[in-house]
């Protein structure tokens, strides 16, 4: 690695509910989340706020954009089409990754595609979906993690699965072996002690076992919309585990702050591999995206 690569962070746009959905959709699940979006939500997420920060990450020159999840609300097949057109928008595939969240895989689809709109943009064949996917940007390795399943009423928790842990498992390997700099995607906070039983991920002590092998050199997550650095102690260098706040909070909400995004910068120099995180974002609401804070996510400490 000669030079440097930017990687930008995403995470949780909730674009608003699509009006006119078709009744067949309708469940306890997907009343239950419109309701809350008519009554909390839709007063605090707001796409032109997004916009804006791809806006200023796009004009920062990023190499890559990546985006862990919650484009959408009710997971229906609406939103699924009017997040597609938003990622266009943004750049092509071969620039722009994005794996699903809880709130993109909500609730039965009864046989739609859903997600599966979105394949190129995971490095997989139209409406064709495999988890893990590998994406090699530069150097970096983006590996695809899918937390999202079905759940009932007032529970966001994610699961992983044996499937993908063991695929990932070897993926990590591989990947290590060809000296990648592998970055995992993850909706869900990867550890137990990120979050609630009702919203964590359930097999988290799984993945979290993973992990401490040593074979990822950063981990991006969503969901609690906070902007977050956990290090994982590993059998070799700490793994930061780093959230972010949601893309699109026109208001701070409770403990969440304004819209944020990260910006990570990937360097090597005599001692290793460095990575700068700087947090970009609104320190009010009417004013201008700026610089957050900054500091060194090294790897080689």
Same mark, same amino acid.
């Not at 009343?31 to 004009?59: P, Y």
């Not at 590998?134 to 993690?145: E, N």
């Not at 007032?154 to 499937?163: K, M």
């Given at each position: 690695m000669t030079?440097?690569?930017?990687? $930008?962070?995403?995470?949780?746009?909730h674009m608003s509910p699509i009006p006119g959905v078709a009744w067949q959709y309708w469940n306890a699940k997907r009343l239950f989340g419109f309701l809350n979006w008519?009554?909390?939500? #839709?007063?605090?997420?707001?796409?032109?706020?997004?916009? #804006?920060?791809?806006?200023?990450?796009l004009a920062l020159r990023s190499d890559h954009i990546a985006i862990t999840g919650d484009l959408v609300n009710l997971g229906l097949p609406a939103e699924h089409e009017a997040a597609l057109v938003w990622l266009t928008n943004i %750049?092509?595939? +071969?620039?722009?990754?994005?794996?699903? %969240?809880?709130?993109?895989?909500?609730?039965?689809m009864r046989g739609d595609r859903g997600v599966a709109r979105w394949a190129p943009y995971?490095?997989?064949?139209?409406?064709?979906?495999? @988890?893990?996917?590998? #994406? =090699?940007?530069?150097?970096? $390795?983006?590996?695809g993690l899918n937390s999202a399943v079905e759940t009932p009423p007032f529970v966001a928790s994610?699961?992983? %699965?044996?499937?993908?842990?063991?695929i990932a498992q070897e993926q990590f390997a591989e990947l290590g072996e060809e000296g990648a700099i592998r970055v995992v995607l993850i909706h869900h906070p990867p550890l137990a002690s990120l979050d609630t039983p009702r919203r964590?991920?359930?097999?988290?002590a799984h993945l979290r076992r993973l992990l401490e092998r040593g074979?990822?050199?950063?981990?991006?997550?969503?969901?609690?919309?906070?902007?977050?650095?956990?290090?994982?102690?590993?059998?070799?260098?700490?793994?930061?585990?780093?959230?972010?706040?949601?893309?699109?909070?026109?208001?701070?909400?409770?403990?969440?702050?304004?819209?944020?995004?990260?910006?990570?910068? @990937?360097?090597?120099?005599?001692?290793? &591999?460095?990575? =700068?995180?700087?947090?970009?974002? &609104?320190? =009010?609401? +009417?004013?201008?995206?700026?610089?957050?804070?900054?500091? @060194? &996510?090294?790897?080689?400490?």
């Amino acid at each position: 690695m000669t030079e440097t690569f930017t990687l $930008a962070h995403f995470s949780d746009v909730h674009m608003s509910p699509i009006p006119g959905v078709a009744w067949q959709y309708w469940n306890a699940k997907r009343l239950f989340g419109f309701l809350n979006w008519q009554r909390s939500r #839709r007063h605090v997420h707001s796409v032109a706020v997004a916009d #804006r920060l791809i806006a200023d990450a796009l004009a920062l020159r990023s190499d890559h954009i990546a985006i862990t999840g919650d484009l959408v609300n009710l997971g229906l097949p609406a939103e699924h089409e009017a997040a597609l057109v938003w990622l266009t928008n943004i %750049g092509p595939p +071969d620039k722009v990754t994005v794996i699903p %969240g809880n709130h993109d895989i909500y609730s039965s689809m009864r046989g739609d595609r859903g997600v599966a709109r979105w394949a190129p943009y995971m490095g997989c064949e139209e409406d064709t979906l495999a @988890f893990p996917f590998i #994406r =090699r940007v530069g150097p970096l $390795a983006l590996v695809g993690l899918n937390s999202a399943v079905e759940t009932p009423p007032f529970v966001a928790s994610g699961r992983l %699965g044996p499937h993908q842990l063991e695929i990932a498992q070897e993926q990590f390997a591989e990947l290590g072996e060809e000296g990648a700099i592998r970055v995992v995607l993850i909706h869900h906070p990867p550890l137990a002690s990120l979050d609630t039983p009702r919203r964590g991920l359930k097999d988290a002590a799984h993945l979290r076992r993973l992990l401490e092998r040593g074979d990822a050199e950063l981990v991006l997550y969503g969901h609690n919309h906070k902007p977050t650095v956990t290090w994982l102690p590993t059998l070799g260098k700490p793994v930061p585990l780093v959230g972010v706040a949601s893309a699109s909070a026109a208001v701070a909400h409770g403990d969440e702050p304004l819209a944020q995004y990260n910006l990570f910068t @990937f360097f090597k120099n005599p001692d290793g &591999l460095r990575i =700068r995180h700087v947090v970009r974002g &609104l320190s =009010r609401p +009417d004013g201008p995206v700026t610089k957050i804070s900054e500091s @060194f &996510l090294d790897a080689s400490s």
